[in-house]
């Protein structure tokens, strides 16, 4: 004879553990403080962020107000002492903002200036 196993009718899978209901709360209420500690720390970072890149552009935006207004007494004939300073080598004599930076030689990184 062959034995059968006969199963049992019933539910598959795990079966549910008896967790107390008060744990369970309070492993989910835990769980949520964690949550909003973590989306203030991402919101904190981002506005860091954004404000560090509202100054880059302001920095940015003087200085191309300055070019401009260098391209415009160009135009009209007029040097502009910070150029001359440059053309002479007087860097020094030159007033400088902290956000004009001329490099030591000169060069902004344009190919006009440049010999084959």
């Given at each position: 004879m062959v034995a059968v196993k006969?199963?049992?009718?019933?539910?598959r899978g795990r079966k549910p553990a008896k967790i107390d209901l008060?744990?369970?709360?309070?492993?989910?209420?835990?769980?949520?403080?964690?949550?909003?500690?973590r989306k203030k720390l991402r919101y904190q970072y981002l506005e860091e962020l954004v404000s560090s890149k509202e100054r880059a552009i302001c920095a940015l935006r003087e200085e191309l107000d300055m070019y401009k207004q260098w391209c415009l007494a160009m135009d009209q004939g007029k040097i502009p002492s910070e150029i001359k300073a440059l053309l002479t080598g007087d860097e020094q004599k030159a007033p400088q903002s902290s956000s004009n930076k001329i490099p030591k030689n000169g060069k902004y990184g344009s190919t006009?200036?440049?010999?084959?």
């Open positions: 006969v199963k049992k009718p019933g539910k008060k744990a369970k709360l309070e492993r989910s209420r835990q769980s949520a403080r964690e949550c909003r500690a006009a200036n440049k010999t084959s």
